[in-house]
């Protein structure tokens, strides 16, 4: 009983069943009034459909107001149970301590923090931070190739046939931007590729489009693919072109155009993960201040925690699971016994892809964990600020000291002239 009834204080339940309060007394007892006032008080809830009332029959569940009005209602009713009392009573006395504490506790707000969602969240955001420290690196790496293509050197050039450079094999080099030479060979191998490639498939496609009986939907396809392929086939001749009689400057400048969008996708790269770094740490202080329900919001608080709860549980079981994957692969040895009774242990050679594997699985884990750590805190801090504040008193202060501060503004310049 001590249980239940701090529970009540904590997240307003009541340590008796309702239905006590409509059979606690017999036609003609003196406290039979009493005690109807006080089944109506658990029945001021929305929750309590009609049938409820009519048949004395509620769950405890349905008791709890769900909005300012029901807890004053609450309480009229609960004063009115007081008043109309005729023999004392210690049972009715503790019911009505109760529910007094369920309305003082309504009318207040109470934390209800997930903190296993704000551990998710920042674990999210240092990875996010770490993210956005390589994308540094990158963007300061296409600056870096930028200034190499600046610093070119002129320097003789070679010349391929379009037609046979697509079928040679080719390593491309680490820095292609090191020389205007390693650039122009790898911009014309990367056009013959496109080009011999477009050149191959363009028969194909029409032989597709000689068969007999073949269906509409494919005979779109391959009309579409034939298309696009004689277009690029004339697209990339067009680019070997260009690279065959562009001069020094001309090539520079080329290299400086593919430079530029490598920039800004670097850079773009970036401000993508920074956005979302910067967004979850904002949320954070916003969620804090977004789960702070008052109690009569609690019902509306328990159905959707019960509905996030469950995929809270999803998460932490497949993040779970991930980790103990992860954590049960061992590392097997092979062992050889030696004649002189001495033994010698070697890795079998799959070291190194169960490390691999064992590494992923715990960072598949952390990312499982994390995404639904974020999705959980960007949902409650949304429907927490829709339920638990109301926006339109505070739009209404706010617009009221806007004109009071307008019309103290106007007094003071009134009084200057």
């Known amino acids: 009983m001590e249980n239940k009834k701090r529970e009540g204080k904590e997240d307003g339940y009541v340590s008796f069943d309702p239905d006590e309060l409509k059979n606690a007394t017999q036609e003609g007892d003196p406290n039979d009034e009493a005690y109807e006032l006080l089944w109506e008080a658990t029945c001021v809830s929305s929750h309590v459909d009609d049938v409820d009332k009519a ?22 009713l609960v004063n009115r149970a007081e008043a109309a009392l005729k023999v004392p009573n210690e049972e009715f006395s503790q019911r009505v301590s109760e529910l007094r504490e369920i309305i003082k506790w309504s009318r207040k707000r109470h934390w209800k923090l997930n ?44 010349y391929f046939n379009l037609d046979s450079l697509g079928q040679t094999k080719y390593v491309f080099p680490k820095d ?24 191959v498939s363009i028969p194909q496609n029409e032989a597709e489009l000689q068969k007999p009986d073949l269906s509409e939907s494919l005979k779109e396809f391959y009309t579409k693919q034939l298309k696009n392929n004689k277009k690029k086939l004339k ?27 490598e920039v800004d996708e670097a850079k773009s790269s970036k401000r993508f993960v920074m956005f979302w770094n910067i967004f979850f740490i904002l949320l954070i202080p916003v969620y804090i201040f977004a789960a702070r329900p008052y109690g009569y919001t609690i019902s509306r608080h328990r159905r959707e925690a019960a ?35 001495s033994e010698s242990r070697e890795d079998d050679g799959t070291g190194p892809v169960r490390l691999a594997i064992k590494v992923g699985l715990f960072a598949l884990a952390v990312i499982v964990f994390c995404c639904v750590s974020c999705f959980l805190m960007l949902y409650a801090t949304i429907t927490g600020l829709i ?18 501060a307008k019309a103290k503004y106007d007094e003071v310049k009134n009084e200057r002239k």
């Open 55 to 76: 048949t004395g029959h509620t769950e405890e569940d349905n008791i709890y107001p769900t909005t300012p009005e029901e807890v004053d209602a609450m309480e009229d």
């Open 307 to 341: 509905n996030l709860g469950k995929l809270e549980k999803i998460g932490l079981w497949l993040s779970g699971g991930l980790f103990a994957a992860g954590a049960g692969i061992g590392f097997v040895d092979i062992v050889t016994k030696w004649s002189d009774g």
């Open 387 to 404: 339920r638990n504040y109301d926006w339109k008193v505070v739009k209404a202060k706010a617009v009221s000291a806007g004109k009071a």
């Open 115 to 158: 903190w296993r969602v704000v551990v998710g969240v920042l674990i999210s955001v240092f990875a996010l931070y770490m993210i956005t420290d390589s994308r540094d690196g990158d963007v300061q790496k296409e600056l870096n190739n930028v200034e190499q293509v600046e610093n070119w050197e002129e320097m003789p050039l070679t």
């Open 235 to 261: 697209e990339n001749l067009e680019k070997y072109e260009e690279l065959q009689d562009a001069s020094f400057k001309k090539l520079q400048k080329m290299a400086l155009a593919e430079l530029d969008e």
């Open 176 to 199: 292609k931007y090191a020389t205007v030479k390693i650039w122009h060979e790898q911009a014309q191998r990367i056009v013959a590729w496109d080009y011999n490639s477009a050149k």
